[in-house]
DNA sequence: AATGCGGGGTC
DNA sequence: GACCCAGCATT
């Protein structure tokens, strides 16, 4: 026997093993969650979406919630998206939320509802790619496909000893070729969780838990002695960032007790998402060092400009708190302005003609306004005016955004908090807020 | 292949 | 504070 034969011999025997005490583990050692507890497709589907980027205990609570609102992939298609975002409210990746939506509409037209269980059809779903498409197929009908994530490339990595960046597009091709070979006659469904549960529970990324693994007699990087070592992963690149400035607008009049609110571009950042107005911050001055705090005169007076520009008629009074968001790319430091909106000035008669020939209002606290074209109809001049008056443009992440500036803006309260989907630092913000 | 896209737990 | 998590869409 050459040592070639030997060495593949060796790691068959090692994959054997791995399989099998693998499998046998996680059937003894499994947890109890909520999508295990049927083999319910749409569950799964739910579940493994939510999971995406997500630990399991953030999604239990989002996942119990979303199938008692939408119990079915019908129920689901035919919701308002609003309500499906107001359900993914905090859990982050919102389009996720979307693109589920557009899927089970999918569902719905071309499946008659039911989840489909061929490869090509799941993996044509809005939102399903590689690792979710295996999920879906193998927990919820037990077809051997592989499935391949985070935790999955990490066992593997550690098992077999493999020095691949799993940043890297080809390596995720190269685990779902390992991964598929290692799938038990009949057991992928299991076998795929085995796996991950064991990522999640022993195989973790820090300070692996070596003794209780059901697989460490065989694992090539314990027995080399750097399983702490793997898996090799290049570094993101740190996030950039992004001074703003947020007013919260306190209504007086037919506003009192309300606060003004700003509905997000449709694509993008936080897309359809709920907010405090907020601008760039202009850099502070040089002689301040590069994180100075501006200053609070030109802060109010950035914010006021700022606001008129939007069609917001309100003046910055002072500054509330800083709350700080980190997205995966960017760091937001928000500085909060406490505003008062001001008293409406009489129209002139041009724009009393725009103002009446507008849709009527919707409702008292759902009214929409639409700030921009009321501004620019009612003021150009000073808008224009405004406009040149405006520093050069400096470097905003959110440029598109904030040229736009065009969002709804509404006036709501406490209980109206309940319609409107918030990122979770706004959430925060007008909680502490309407607390007070 | 690289980048945009949330939020929170862990060490 | 650094990492990273049951990734996908877009370019």
Redesign the pocket.
């Known amino acids: 026997m050459t040592t070639d034969e030997k060495h593949v011999e060796t790691r068959q025997e090692a994959k054997l093993f791995f399989s099998r005490f693998l499998l046998e583990w996680y059937h003894i050692q499994k947890r109890d969650?909520p999508w295990r507890r049927h083999r319910n497709p749409y569950y799964i589907w739910i579940?493994?979406i939510m999971?995406?980027?997500?630990?399991?205990?953030?999604v239990i609570p989002y996942f119990n919630r979303f199938i008692e609102r939408f119990p079915t992939v019908e129920a689901l298609a035919d919701a308002p998206e609003e309500e499906v975002l107001k359900c993914w409210e905090?859990?982050?990746?919102?389009?996720r939320a979307r693109?589920l939506q557009h899927a089970a509409k999918q569902v719905k037209e071309n499946y008659g509802g039911q989840v489909p269980d061929d490869r090509d059809a799941v993996f044509g779903l809005?939102?399903?790619?590689?690792?979710?498409?295996g999920?879906i197929l193998s927990i919820a009908f037990n077809r051997p496909e592989p499935a391949v994530?985070?935790?999955v490339m990490?066992v593997l990595s550690r098992y077999f000893l493999i020095e691949d960046d799993i940043a890297?597009?080809?390596t995720r091709v190269k685990m779902e070729k390992l991964a598929a070979e290692l799938i038990p006659e009949g057991e992928a469904g299991s076998f795929n969780?085995a796996l991950?549960?064991l990522?999640?529970l022993i195989c973790?990324?820090?300070?692996p838990r070596c003794l209780p693994c059901p697989v460490m007699e065989h694992c090539a990087a314990r027995l080399a002695g750097c399983e702490a070592s793997l898996p090799v992963?290049t570094?993101a690149?740190?996030p950039r960032p992004e001074e703003r400035l947020a007013a919260l607008v306190e209504g007086r009049g037919e506003h009192a007790g309300r606060v003004l609110i700003r509905q997000r571009p449709a694509s993008?950042?936080?897309?359809r998402m709920w907010e405090l107005p907020h601008w760039p911050a202009p850099p502070a001055e040089p002689g301040g060092g590069s994180g100075a705090l501006l200053p609070e005169a030109a802060a109010l007076d950035r914010l006021r400009r700022s606001m008129s520009q939007a069609g917001i008629h309100a003046r910055p009074e002072e500054h509330w708190m800083a709350a700080e968001?980190?997205?995966?790319?960017?760091v937001w430091t928000l500085q909060v302005y406490r505003c008062r909106e001001e008293a409406v000035l009489p129209l002139a008669a041009e724009s009393r003609a725009v103002y009446l020939a507008a849709p009527a209002g919707r409702g008292d606290s759902a009214m929409a306004v639409d700030a921009d074209a009321a501004q620019a109809a009612a003021q150009p001049q000073a808008a224009a005016l405004q406009a040149d008056e405006q520093p050069a443009l400096f470097d905003s992440?959110d440029a598109a955004a904030d040229a736009a500036d065009s969002g709804a803006l509404r006036w709501i309260n406490r209980e109206d908090m309940a319609n409107y989907a918030f990122?979770?630092?706004f959430l925060k913000l007008l909680n502490s807020y309407f607390e007070q």
């Open positions: 969650l579940s493994e999971l995406q980027q997500t630990r399991v205990d953030t905090g859990l982050g990746y919102y389009s693109n809005k939102g399903v790619g590689p690792y979710t498409a999920a994530d985070g935790n990490r890297k597009g080809p969780q991950m549960e990522g999640a973790t990324p820090k300070s992963k570094k690149k740190p993008g950042l936080l897309a968001h980190t997205f995966s790319h960017i992440g990122p979770n630092v």
